[in-house]
T-cell receptor, first 113, second 112 residues
Framework: NAGVTQTPKFRVLKTGQSMTLLCAQDMNHEYMYWYRQDPGMGLRLIHYSVGEGTTAKGEVPDGYNVSRLKKQNFLLGLESAAPSQTSVYFC????????????FGDGTRLSIL | QKEVEQDPGPLSVPEGAIVSLNCTYSNSAFQYFMWYRQYSRKGPELLMYTYSSGNKEDGRFTAQVDKSSKYISLFIRDSQPSDSATYLCAMCVGAGANNLFFGTGTRLTVIP
């Protein structure tokens, strides 16, 4: 049982490049989330999904897009990467609403030069 | 003002000590309170989960919630080097909430 798997684990991009981060969960969870974690800022919600085919904005959505075409996958896209998007990105999932325990992946470390 | 405030530490204690970690919050509507543990280069993992006020104990860990003071605590008894990690508090307003509000985390080191 892998839980929540994130790929890639590390990536270095140049400013203006695009990329997609992939999150896959095998727990049949309805809710999925993308967070970024920065020193002194804690975990901040970027986007989330309450089910297949749905997405919604979180606290810091600008510069990111997401898609949830399949229940088990949640993709986070950066269309034109900026140095301010250098961060550690975490995906999480939960059975239902936000009050339920969230299961996290081990993160993607992204550097934008 | 952030919704959830947490002292970032770092906090260093000798093995066997009692550790107290704390968070304060401003939104009186928060009802669900959680503590996550995050090891270096890993994702957070749920440690404790409580609803409303009161205490909850699980082995060496005790979570306390004081809604009147908007203050939550995590106590670790007989701390071990394996407890060295960053501890994040998190909370949300209700069963229909779509997201958690996290503290910035407190980094704990337990010295053998």
């Amino acid at each position: 049982n892998a839980g929540v798997t994130q790929t890639p684990k590390f990536r270095v991009l140049k400013t203006g490049q695009s990329m997609t981060l992939l999150c896959a969960q095998d727990m049949n969870h309805e809710y999925m989330y993308w967070y970024r974690q920065d020193p002194g800022m804690g975990l901040r919600l970027i986007h989330y999904s309450v089910g297949e085919g749905t997405t919604a904005k979180g606290e810091v959505p600008d510069g990111y897009n997401v898609s949830r075409l399949k229940k088990q996958n949640f993709l986070l896209g950066l269309e034109s990467a900026a140095p301010s998007q250098t961060s550690v990105y975490f995906c999480a999932s939960s059975w239902t609403a936000g009050n339920q325990p969230q299961h996290f992946g081990d993160g993607t470390r992204l550097s934008i030069l | 003002q952030k919704e959830v405030e947490q002292d970032p530490g770092p906090l260093s204690v000798p093995e066997g000590a009692i550790v107290s970690l704390n968070c304060t919050y401003s939104n009186s509507a928060f009802q669900y309170f959680m503590w996550y543990r995050q090891y270096s280069r890993k994702g957070p993992e749920l440690l404790m989960y409580t609803y409303s006020s009161g205490n909850k104990e699980d082995g060496r860990f005790t979570a306390q919630v004081d809604k009147s003071s908007k203050y939550i605590s995590l106590f670790i008894r007989d701390s071990q080097p394996s407890d060295s990690a960053t501890y994040l508090c998190a909370m949300c307003v209700g069963a229909g909430a779509n997201n958690l509000f996290f503290g910035t985390g407190t980094r704990l080191t337990v010295i053998p």
